[in-house]
């Protein structure tokens, strides 16, 4: 465990360049979320459901990163800014995933996951040298592939293949409009 979040701490340090040093690490947002999530997370499979939720609702607090105690991560994964990111019980998330702020790993609904078998995944499986945009929504029980890319604001709702990008689209720029002013 000591181990692990060593590698945690680490990959703040080297993967947020706004970070100048590992005393300063300790202040980014993803490091108490992923420390937290990762004792979580053993309470959670030891059936102490209870105090590891209570633990996901203070650092949600603390910091803005959600992360479900029963939702694995692997190794050295990267939350950049941290705000606003939710990962469900059931998600996946491989080894070196870099995920940005305002990323959900969620399920479809209540109203088709509350059909599903007991025990059944509701939430994707991300696998390993993912990236994850800001404001990527990646929903239900489906497979993102190594080495794929999720664009910023993507909805993903199907299987993304490895080394894939699945992108949302662009905004269009138009240059005929003009600026009205006030003439007050």
């Given amino acids: 465990m000591l181990r692990l979040c060593g590698e945690d701490w680490d990959t703040v340090v080297e993967r947020d360049p706004s970070i100048r040093g590992h005393v300063e690490g300790l202040l980014h947002p ?4 992923m420390w937290t999530h990762r004792i979580a997370h053993r309470l959670h499979n030891r059936g102490l459901r209870l105090t590891a939720r209570a633990l996901m609702v203070f650092v949600r607090a603390a910091t803005g990163v959600e992360i479900h105690p029963g939702a694995r991560l692997g190794r050295r994964v990267f939350i950049d800014h ?4 939710v ?6 998330v491989g080894d ?4 940005y702020h305002q990323v959900t790993l969620g399920a479809v609904g209540w109203w088709r996951d509350n059909l599903r078998p007991s025990g059944e995944r509701r939430h994707p499986e ?4 993912v990236v994850l945009g800001t404001g990527a929504t990646v929903l239900g029980p489906i497979s993102v592939g190594d080495d794929a890319v999720i664009g910023a604001c993507a909805l993903v ?4 293949p490895g080394r894939a990008a699945a992108l949302a689209p662009t905004a269009a720029v138009s240059t005929s ?3 009205r002013r006030n003439a007050s």
């Fill in 177 to 179: 409009h003009t600026l």
């Fill in 157 to 160: 709702v199907n299987d993304v």
């Fill in 30 to 33: 993803a490091l108490p979320a």
């Fill in 87 to 92: 990962i469900g019980e059931t998600a996946v």
């Fill in 96 to 99: 070196d995933v870099t995920i």
């Fill in 82 to 85: 941290g705000a606003a990111v």
């Fill in 126 to 129: 991300i696998g390993r040298n």
